[in-house]
């Protein structure tokens, strides 16, 4: 369960963002101020409200130690506070002066980086308080920013809805379209994924955008192998733009809020919806989680912020099928696929799956034929056939057998279908194959696919604009043998000797 504790209403205006240290909770808003509140009772402290910005607060977020938090503006500046007594720090300006939208500081603490409405990205040290390094990205303003746990790089994302990763170094290391309309938040976990060859790690990452979709991300980095960004899933549940994305510190939990002014937690193993939350009446701009407790922060255009508290039970089904992710499923083992099954629903298989030994390439090798013949799991049972009309005993003893059939052959159907739902997850992790080539009903690579030039004209309470976009239209699945056919560059493909281009007044 989980159960609402407080609100707080405290802002005149929308609020944009909201962050947890160990001991404080901030809040900020269009009202151009900072709040700070005591986890202790969620009382407000003495120095707060915090006041400096002439324009909106977009984002704020404590350093790792909680002793200093930066806050960011439309003025065009980066401020930093200290905590403590409420003092401004350092007030960085933004070297073209074009409003500030998001602030990030690294895991080790020694950079901040600040991303601003012209494109540009700001390392700054966070010591000196000097500008380190600048860069900027091609289209649309940066709108988001998470640093990867271990700080060798960090993500932006930008309102054109490009993904850009950038080493400590500020190279671009790899930019790629990861939202239709721009993405509006992205976050990582801070707990990394193990398995894969070589021993690699690889972090989760998760993005939301205007297209209401929340997408899942697997990322590595070294500098031997190089860098690597990989989608993995998109988790359904919201109906309209998804503004705000977070992890727990765990790992267990993301949560997401929404334009449909609902937030939804899900279980990041099953990537199942344990809780939507409709408290709020308005656009959910802002969520968090704060570190090793189980308390949930959200933030509206309605003015307030509600704090959500998780209970244990919450906990322990976020954390049953913890296995998942942490190994790829090839690399599961016996006891991870029990889990698994548990998960599932799947319990009473747990014993047959163990007597015959099965992993995790056993279990994605598995097929109808194995489950019929090697398990044992489908009964044959008509045998009381010839005693339909013997009496009522004998008919009802039929009517048990017919069910006891039934019910196995669902059992079956069951398993092979979450068997399937894992050689997907599986394919997707591996395959060099961009998104666009996969149908986004099915999930199966499209045959005959062709490029579609169109004009989106989009109108969701603001001034209405107009977008040029290519699309990739496709009609019937496509088998392994045809796929290289397709795979020659994203924008334009021949299929055989024909090329194919349609352009959609």
Not at 63 to 89: F, K, R, Y
């Amino acid at each position: 369960m989980v159960k609402l504790i407080h609100t707080l209403a405290d802002h005149s205006d929308d609020v944009n963002c909201c962050a947890f240290s160990f001991s404080l909770l901030a809040t900020c808003s269009l009202d151009k101020t900072i709040r700070l509140y005591s986890l202790s009772d969620f009382t407000e402290l003495p120095h707060s409200p915090l006041k400096f910005h002439t324009y909106a607060v977009h984002c704020c977020c404590f350093s790792p130690s909680g002793h200093i938090l930066a806050s960011c503006s439309t003025d065009g500046t980066t401020v930093l506070w200290n905590t403590e007594n409420g003092q401004t720090l350092a007030v960085m300006e933004q070297p073209s002066g074009s409003p500030v939208r998001v602030c990030q500081f690294s895991p080790d603490s020694t950079c901040l980086a600040s991303g601003a409405a012209d494109g540009t990205v700001v390392l700054w040290n966070a010591q000196s308080y000097k500008l380190y390094r600048c860069g900027s990205v091609k289209d649309g303003s940066l709108v988001a920013c998470a640093f990867s746990p271990n700080g060798s790089f960090f993500v932006t994302g930008s309102s054109c809805g490009d993904l850009t990763v950038w080493d400590d170094k500020m190279r671009c290391l790899h930019s790629e379209k990861a939202h239709d309309f721009g993405i509006t938040c992205c976050n990582f976990s801070s707990q990394p994924v193990s398995g894969g060859e070589q021993g690699l790690q690889f972090f989760r990452l998760a993005s939301c955008g205007q297209d209401c979709q929340v997408k899942i991300w697997v990322v590595s980095f070294t500098h031997i192998f190089g860098f690597e960004l990989k989608y993995k899933s998109m988790l359904s549940g919201h109906c309209a733009p998804v503004l705000a994305c977070a992890f727990s510190h765990d790992g267990q939990m993301l949560v997401s809020g929404s334009v449909d002014k609902s937030v939804i937690v899900y279980d990041t193993n099953t990537e199942n919806i344990l809780h939507t939350l409709t408290q709020h009446t308005r656009y959910v701009t802002a969520c968090a989680f704060a570190p090793h407790t189980l308390l949930l922060a959200t933030g509206s255009m309605d003015k307030t912020v509600n704090i959500w508290q998780f209970d244990l039970e919450t906990l322990c089904q976020a954390r049953s099928s913890e296995g998942h992710l942490k190994q790829f499923t090839e690399d599961w083992s016996e006891e991870d696929v029990s889990t698994w099954l548990c998960a599932q629903g799947l319990k009473d298989l747990v014993g047959i799956f163990k007597k015959n030994n099965i992993d995790g390439k056993e279990l994605l090798n598995l097929t109808k034929e194995s489950l019929a013949d090697d398990l044992k799991i489908v009964l044959t049972c008509w045998t009381h056939w010839g005693l339909i009309c013997s009496g009522p005993s004998d008919v009802l003893l039929l009517s048990s057998t017919q069910m006891s059939t039934t019910e196995s052959l669902g059992l079956r159907s069951k398993v092979l279908r979450k068997i399937e739902e894992l050689r997907t997850r599986v394919k997707f992790l591996s395959s060099e194959i961009p998104d666009e080539f996969i149908c986004p009903i099915t999930r199966e690579l499209m045959k005959d696919p062709v490029i579609a030039s169109v004009t989106i004209v989009v109108f969701s309470g603001h001034p209405i604009y107009r977008k040029n976009k290519s699309i990739i239209c496709g009609a019937r699945p496509l088998g392994f043998k045809s796929q290289m056919a397709i795979l020659m560059k994203r924008k334009q493909w021949k299929i055989g000797s024909e090329q194919r281009n349609v352009r959609v007044p």
